[in-house]
């Protein structure tokens, strides 16, 4: 597996961490890897609405912000959450987060 | 005073209010409001090192998003924080956020 670069916990900030989720795919993508811990990109974009090459970009921006680590694996791009940095450096920020975006995902429209 | 239009209590959507705080001006901006809920554009602008036409699309984007009300009041604009109304809807979302973003803001560069 060859790990893709990702900022370093430390140097994490919350604007770009905001912004990753601040968009509705992101958001649920961000959702479902919390959900699946060890899991690929393919497999937790099943079913979304949205061309490849846009979910490339969303994949790309969640990882320069820092919630997930992405690695190359074969034909697959492993995906895995980066809970622990992010609690580290943004404690009690994904839990609401995650909760309310878990309210909104049936009405959202992305399915 | 003249109110500015704003998007309905029940129809604020997560996505746009992270995207709204996902900039770390705008997300000073908003940091700024809570603190001093009645106050206006310019004086909570004080000191960023911000263009003008840069500081009037935060502001609108922030006002579409919900997140602050804002009204003409001769050459004021003024805001006001829609703190109920961010409750109401995400409730726990502004907290960790406003806490979280005090404690990078000496950091920030943006003064």
Redesign the interface.
């Given at each position: 597996m060859r790990p893709l670069p990702e900022p370093a916990r430390e140097s994490l900030?919350?604007?770009?961490?905001?912004?990753?989720?601040?968009?509705?795919v992101r958001?649920e993508l961000v959702r479902r890897a919390w959900g699946e811990p060890e899991s690929t990109c393919s497999a937790l974009a099943d079913g979304l609405k949205v061309p490849m090459s846009t979910l490339t970009n969303h994949w790309r921006i969640l990882r320069e912000a820092g919630l997930i680590s992405m690695s190359v694996d074969g034909r697959h791009r492993r995906v895995r959450p980066r809970a622990d940095d992010l609690d580290d450096r943004?404690?009690?920020?994904l839990d609401?987060?995650l909760?309310?975006?878990a309210a909104?995902a049936p009405d959202s429209g992305l399915l």
């Open positions: 900030t919350l604007a770009p961490v905001l912004h990753a989720l601040g968009d509705p958001l943004f404690p009690g920020l609401p987060i909760r309310l975006g909104e």
